[in-house]
């Protein structure tokens, strides 16, 4: 098929590139050049696993890179994967989309039938407004000369590629017989894994034949719209919940690790997204939550459990802050080094991350910050150049003279760090692990004042020379 993919982001450029590998002919069109220059030199205007590998191999020959919006006469899928981030009052801007579905619009041919796919996360009834722009740009009626299609994306950055070639599932809403027809021959070779084999040696995962097949899904419009929210709102209360549930076995004694094991062993439960943490963040959840919640309001039907989870996550960033306080006493003149900028690790993607809200609370109590990330401090910086931090090229920076490390991130590597040579840097060897992910046996055996979230061990007191035990 001939595919086009408008916005080279995190879904944009990944989609594009995943259905290029699979034989579509495909251009992704983004109204940043420099973006575009990237991609058509071969390198990824993202960082995700196994992008360089696949990229420089399908540039040129069927995969295609620009910033005019032509393509989209000649193709039979147009897929909007553009930026929805949040409005003050919650809700999603439209204006890429709008900017998008005008700009389509334009360019849609009468010779062939266009199926418009939304893969961006938006609000019910964006596809009705996505196609009435379309029709109003070019003169066409929708379902007679074109469709849209909505087809949430459900990708996890730092997995993005195994997620577009394994989904679990896929969503599909429409009404239309052409949109359904078009939708699935356009994943066919992604439901039945054609070409897999030729493109294992670039992606060795790709091997995996274990993995069920994805489940196609067909639902109305509004419905598959709804669908991405309510993911991703249940997932953060999810998250919300472990949290609330770390710290209640803090104060009673638990060791959340457990509780969380014993929990996910309930097939009903599920052991994913019982992993402690600062609280969720990042690019998706926080503006998912405020369009369900802020649209929930507006239309007289508050989705209180998610407002809930809204409120607990603000704490639990706070309540990182606290533990620290707890230790240090006043934060005034104290030094803190914080490992990890992004939501996730194997991402550079420092959007809305709770090291934001964090580091933000750190530095008004008096604290001074150094900060490392292996790959989000560049964007990190860009989005937060009010925050007046050191930003340091070696993870092992972060601890000198300090008085605390707080982890943020798990980051494969931070668990290989030298932790002897970090010990020796530090003032005190105080290390906040928010994710429970360092061996704290090592750590303590080094020496370290060692606290997790929610762990039985936490019960940490000052030693008489400032030094604390633990
Ligand atoms: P992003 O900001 O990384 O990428 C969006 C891209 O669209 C940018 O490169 C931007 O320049 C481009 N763009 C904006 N307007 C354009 C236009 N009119 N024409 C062409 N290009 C345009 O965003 P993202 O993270 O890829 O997210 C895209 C959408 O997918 C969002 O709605 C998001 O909620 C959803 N989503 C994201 C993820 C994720 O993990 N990032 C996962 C699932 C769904």
Redesign the pocket.
């Known amino acids: 098929m001939n595919v086009v993919c ?7 450029s990944v989609t594009g590139t995943a259905f290029a590998a699979i034989g579509h002919q495909t251009t992704i ?4 050049p420099k ?1 575009i220059e990237q991609l058509n030199g071969g390198k990824s ?2 960082y995700e696993p196994g992008m360089e590998q696949l990229l420089p191999a399908l540039i040129g020959k069927n995969l295609f890179a620009t910033t005019s919006f032509e393509a989209v006469a000649e193709a039979h899928v147009v897929f909007i ?4 981030p949040s409005k003050e009052d919650g809700t999603a801007d439209l204006g ?1 989309i709008k ?2 579905a005008q ?1 389509i619009g334009r360019e849609l041919s009468k010779d062939r039938f266009t199926v418009i796919v939304n ?4 609000p019910v009834g964006t596809t009705e407004l996505v196609a009435s722009l379309i029709e109003e740009a070019s003169g066409f009626e929708a379902d007679e000369h074109f469709t849209v299609v909505s087809n ?6 730092g997995y ?1 590629l195994e997620d577009v070639f394994f989904p679990d599932r896929i969503v599909v809403g429409t009404s239309s017989p052409q949109g359904l027809q078009v939708m699935r021959e356009l994943y066919h070779n992604l439901i039945e894994r054609v070409g897999y084999d030729q493109l294992s040696e670039r992606l060795p995962f790709l091997c995996d034949r274990q993995t069920p097949k994805a489940i196609y899904f067909e639902t109305d419009p509004k419905s598959a719209e709804l669908i ?1 929210y309510a993911a991703n709102a249940f997932l953060a209360v999810k998250i919300s919940y472990i949290n609330e549930m770390a710290r209640l076995c803090e104060v009673l004694g638990g060791n959340v690790l457990a509780v969380a094991e014993g929990m996910g062993l309930d097939t009903r439960i599920g052991k994913k997204f019982l992993q402690v943490s600062s609280g969720w963040s990042g ?2 959840f926080p ?2 939550t405020a369009e369900l919640l802020a649209t929930s309001q507006k239309y007289g039907s508050e989705m209180m459990v998610v407002k809930a989870a809204v409120a607990s996550n603000e704490s639990m960033h706070m309540y990182v802050v606290e533990k620290v306080i707890r230790q240090l006493q006043s934060l005034n003149g104290k030094r803190i080094g914080i490992l990890g900028l992004t939501f996730k690790p194997d991402t550079d ?1 420092a959007r809305k991350t709770q090291a934001a809200a964090i580091i933000q609370k750190l530095v008004e109590l008096g604290a001074s910050v150094s900060v490392h990330d292996p790959q989000g401090m560049a964007m990190f910086q860009s989005l937060n150049s009010h925050l007046p931090i050191v930003y340091c090229h070696e993870p092992l920076d972060t601890g000198t003279r300090a008085d605390a490390v707080i982890l943020l991130t798990h980051w494969q590597e931070y668990q290989e760090l030298d932790w002897a040579a970090m010990h020796s840097l530090m003032r005190r060897p105080y290390v906040l692990d928010t994710r429970n992910f360092l061996d704290s046996a090592r750590l303590k055996a080094i020496g370290f004042a060692y606290e997790g979230l929610g762990l039985a061990t936490n019960s940490l007191t000052l030693a008489g020379d400032g030094v604390m035990g633990g």
């Not at 994967?81 to 929805?84: D, K, L, P």
């Not at 893969?119 to 938006?122: D, E, G, L, Q, Y």
């Open positions: 408008i916005g080279a982001g995190y879904v944009g069109i983004d109204i940043d973006k205007p993202i994967a553009v930026g929805t890429y900017l998008a700009k893969k961006s996360t938006v949430p994306e459900f990708l996890r950055e993005a991405k690019s998706c503006k998912d993607d």
